[in-house]
């Protein structure tokens, strides 16, 4: 079995894949970051800090991760699609 293919689809999924990945990571990074700086607080910041607050950080970080990882589903399916279909 020869695959054809096109190979500037080949890179750009990969390329759109790595990026959806380095977004995941983004959002990793971002979320570690925030619970850190929510440990250094004061007890009087962490009292006052509404927890509406924090579920709008949590929201957010949400939609950032569904995001990300629809950007890494998109470089896959695009590799997926420049494959070509299988030829006998």
Known sequence: MV????QTG?????????????LLLAVFVLAYQDLIAAD????FNRLVNPPTTLLFKGAL???????????????????????GPEAS
Do not use: C, E, P
């Open 3 to 6: 695959r054809t293919g096109d």
């Open 10 to 22: 080949k890179v750009l999924g990969v390329a759109v894949f790595i990026l959806g990945v380095v």
């Open 40 to 43: 250094d607080a004061s007890f």
């Open 61 to 83: 970080l949400l939609i950032m991760g569904i995001v990300a990882s629809a950007v890494a589903n998109k470089g896959v399916a695009l590799y997926q699609a420049s494959r």
